[in-house]
């Protein structure tokens, strides 16, 4: 789709000038498109880009039309060169944002595990459990800890575990809170005695 003629884009501009209630929904219909198309066309950016571009050109014209003089040139030059300089905008953006998340990404190495670190932490994780059955007897002690070290915080889940049936949640409470601090406690004299060695 082309610009309007010279004599439209004057007579467009009296009407913005004039405050014309029309006069932006026909200036946004016969200059997007071909603002969109120069922009794609010069600066060989995405739709995305030349689309929002060319909108706020026009939306910054309409703001302050006056700032357009006629003798200066077409309409449609100066529209282009408005919404050329927030495509290229956008782009040093969009650039500078992509070099900053390489930066990021090369200081920072996301990366997965070796096989081999994996199966040494699940066989130290299964001599500190061997340590803990050896120490916590109580098969329902072992299940209580286990909760508690997935993180655990509900007192019904530890209350079923531990078999505690209490009259009212506040003594059911009470006594997972006991149950908790004594096998937290072992942890701790565990993790002690693990230091020392």
């Known amino acids: 789709m082309p610009f309007p003629s010279s004599e439209a884009e004057d007579a467009l501009h009296q009407r913005v000038l004039a405050g014309d209630p029309v006069a932006p929904a026909d200036l946004f219909a016969h200059f997007v498109e071909p603002l969109m198309s120069a922009i794609q066309h010069d600066l060989r950016c995405d739709h995305e880009n030349a689309r929002d571009s060319s909108i ?60 081999n670190e994996r199966m040494e932490r699940s066989a130290e994780a299964q001599k500190l459990w061997q340590k803990i ?20 915080r509900s007192t019904d889940a530890l209350a079923e575990t531990l078999g505690i049936k209490a009259e009212t949640p506040l003594e059911r409470q009470r006594a997972v809170k006991r149950h908790r601090d004594r096998l937290v406690k072992i942890l701790e004299r565990l993790g002690e005695k693990l230091r020392d060695e």
């Open 133 to 152: 059955e050896q120490v916590v007897q109580d098969e329902r002690d072992r299940l209580a800890l286990a909760l508690i070290l997935d993180g655990e």
């Open 56 to 115: 706020e050109a026009l939306f910054d014209y309409l703001r302050s039309p006056s700032i357009y003089s006629p003798d200066r040139g077409r309409l449609c030059t100066f529209l282009t060169q408005i919404a050329k300089h927030k495509a290229v905008d956008r782009i040093r953006a969009r650039s500078a944002e992509a070099r900053r998340e390489q930066e990021f990404s090369s200081l920072v190495e996301v990366r997965e595990s070796a096989p």
